[in-house]
């Protein structure tokens, strides 16, 4: 949600910040700008719609040659998204400007007592307010940082900044109070950005920063302290990917990419889990075997696909730990009176780590007292730093909007959250939590076979881009399955979508069913009898009222034949792991049947990846 890059050393400034912001437009792309400090003088340009509307502005009126600058693509929050809004905003003297992610919430405040003082605001934007305010700031003596860390004093809210200041020609300053922002330490060049794809081109080399930190960005050095000016504790890593895996690779879109990388991620994540006896050994748990064996209760949150991975755990958990589990959408939480303890374990899921929803979430919850363990694919991101315990998932960087890969991770990191519980407290017996694991190792190249099997998913998708809804319906792990298949339609192919747990059909929603409708249904393993034939009986009760039924099921169910107009078969897996190949069909129909009416299913309408306001 909105992208940020801030780089000082010895390139063009322009073209590595115009190359950052390409990286990070999947964050935003409302508009997109850049400030760039040359010759002693401050240029901007920016521009409303995709980058690429900014680097024809560009083309046409090039800017002074530079090598200290920022830009920034947004995803509107204050004021419409056209040039007037798009960031960076200057202040009254044209000597400042200032990029932003987040909200501040005390803006208008704050924009009143400016506007009364003679100041004038461009902008329907909270951003422009600190332009002004360093202004006057500035005016009160000491350098960029000094105004910066005054004014920061005095925001409340969320909030990335970033500002340059022709008084400060060598210095780019940043400011961070939850919202992301990491910095790249290269040998004479230095970079900030909203993440590492942004700059990962340059250096693999990143330092992580904490809560309410300034960070001061030179062409020789990094100097960060508090919002009082006291040298602050950082956190330095290495990213353990490279360049390729933020570009396409020769597909038409990461979202395809990512859709393919989908074995490699899942097995990714399993690596170094488990032991030569079978055991699991989960090194960044940091919660000891004493206090899982206390936790009484757990509790997941998390927000959209990651939600839905959570309503996956809850089935897993149960089973495996014998453990009561709820699934909280992390935005409802707080907002409610959860009964915690230290005795809770508290599991957060989120793919960014940045989303602020989780993050409040996470904070309720640490008041609480409860035990955190977070679930997340970025290393150097907020959540796992808030949290007592992570466990990564290691899909590599998701670009496109819509969740994936990650998804399918963020499972497999479940199935081994709960087997490790179950080996810990000993509610599995230690062969049987081998025996298990032994199946998920096996995963991956299920996951493969079904991506084999894709053509006639992809027909099916291009016959159905006329259609104005389709539902999908599941029982058990399919039924957040089923959410999950109707949320990437939603959200890719802006078509109404719906997913219902089948039980639930009688009470109300088999209304929807006319003829033609298309209805997707994830029918579970044959092995389930009692839930699979109910699921058939379903079926066969929507196609009797003239449903067009798609339904997917294990390879050889011959039972569910007769009643499918179209049958897509999936490797036979276990119960609680068909969600591993049952979702990949789903995510190649939407972002085929969106392709097909002509949509971008890297940056869909009015969404941004990463959510970082509430
Ligand atoms: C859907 C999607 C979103 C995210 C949600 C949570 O395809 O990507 O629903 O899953 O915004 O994001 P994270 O996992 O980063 O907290």
Redesign the pocket.
């Known amino acids: 949600m909105c992208g940020i890059v801030g780089y000082v050393g010895g390139r063009p400034a322009l073209d590595v910040v115009i190359e950052g912001l390409a990286r990070l437009e999947y964050r935003g792309y409302d508009s997109a700008g850049v400030a760039l400090l040359a010759e002693g003088r401050l240029a901007t340009a920016k521009r409303a719609g995709k980058l690429v509307n900014l680097r024809g502005a560009l083309e046409e009126e090039p800017p002074p040659a530079g090598t200290l600058g920022m830009g920034h693509t947004r995803w509107a929050t204050h004021g419409p998204p056209n040039d007037r809004n798009a960031h960076p905003h200057v202040d009254c003297t044209g000597t400042v400007a200032v990029i932003h992610n987040g909200i501040i919430e005390n803006f208008a405040a704050l924009r009143g007592e400016l506007e009364e003082a003679g100041h004038k605001l461009g902008s329907d934007t909270d951003t422009e307010a600190v332009a002004h305010l360093l202004e006057d700031e500035l005016k009160s003596g000491g350098d960029l940082a000094a105004a910066m860390r005054r004014v920061c004093r005095r925001l409340e809210g969320a909030f990335t900044l970033v500002a340059v200041h022709t008084g400060d020609p060598d210095l780019v300053v940043g400011a961070r109070r939850n919202s992301p922002l990491v910095v790249g330490v290269g040998d004479g060049e230095n970079f900030l950005a909203s993440d590492v794809a942004a700059f990962i081109a340059h250096t693999r080399d990143a330092i992580e920063l904490g809560q309410d930190q300034i960070v001061e960005l030179r062409a020789g050095g990094v100097t960060v302290t508090d919002f009082e000016g006291r040298p602050a504790e950082v956190k330095e890593y290495h990213v353990d990917w490279d360049v390729s895996a933020a570009e396409k690779g020769g597909y038409d879109y990461f979202m395809l990419k990512e859709i393919a990388e989908q074995p490699r991620a899942v097995a990714d994540t399993l690596l170094g889990r488990i032991g030569t006896d079978g055991r699991l050994t989960l090194d960044e748990m940091r919660i000891s075997d004493q206090e899982l064996r206390e936790v009484d209760k757990i509790i997941i949150v998390?927000?959209?696909?990651?939600f839905h991975a959570g309503l996956i755990a809850k089935y897993a958990i149960e089973h495996w730990a014998g453990l009561p589990c709820e699934v909280e959408l992390a935005s409802e939480f707080r907002y409610r009176d959860a009964i915690l303890s230290p005795t809770t374990l508290v599991i957060a899921i989120?793919?960014?780590g940045e989303?602020m929803d989780?993050l409040m979430a996470v904070r309720h919850a640490r008041e609480q007292k409860a035990k955190l363990l977070g679930i997340c694919n970025v290393n150097g991101s907020t959540l796992p730093r808030e949290c007592d315990g992570v466990l990564y998932t290691h899909a590599g960087p998701e670009i496109a909007?819509?969740?994936t890969k990650a998804f399918l991770t963020q499972l497999v990191a479940v199935y081994l959250i709960a087997l490790y519980i179950a080996q810990v407290r000993g509610t599995k017996w230690g062969d049987e939590v081998f025996a298990m694991v032994q199946l998920l190792e096996r995963m991956p190249e299920k996951v493969e076979k079904v991506l084999e099997t894709m053509e006639p998913v992809r027909e099916l998708a291009r016959s159905l881009a006329g259609e104005r809804c389709v539902l999908f319906l599941g029982r058990h792990v399919g039924f957040p399955v089923a959410l999950e298949g109707a949320?990437?339609l939603k959200?890719l192919a802006y078509m109404h979508a719906e997913g219902f747990a089948a039980g639930e059909l009688k009470h109300g929603p088999i209304a929807l069913i006319e003829s033609g409708l298309p209805v997707v249904v994830v029918v579970p393993p044959r092995a389930r009898d009692v839930l699979h034939d109910k699921i058939v009986s379903n079926i066969q009760e929507i196609r009797a009222r003239g449903a067009r039924t798609i339904v997917i099921a294990e390879e050889g169910d011959a039972s569910v034949e007769p009643y499918a107009d179209t049958l897509i078969g999936v490797p036979a897996v276990p119960t609680l792991l068909q969600p591993l190949v049952t979702t990949v069909p789903l995510q190649v129909f939407a972002c085929e049947l969106a392709t097909a009416k002509g949509h971008d299913v890297d940056q869909p309408r009015n969404l941004a990846k990463?959510?970082t306001v509430e």
């Not at 998390?302 to 990651?306: E, Y």
């Open positions: 998390a927000c959209g696909t990651s989120s793919q960014s989303t989780a909007v819509a969740s949320l990437k959200e990463s959510v």
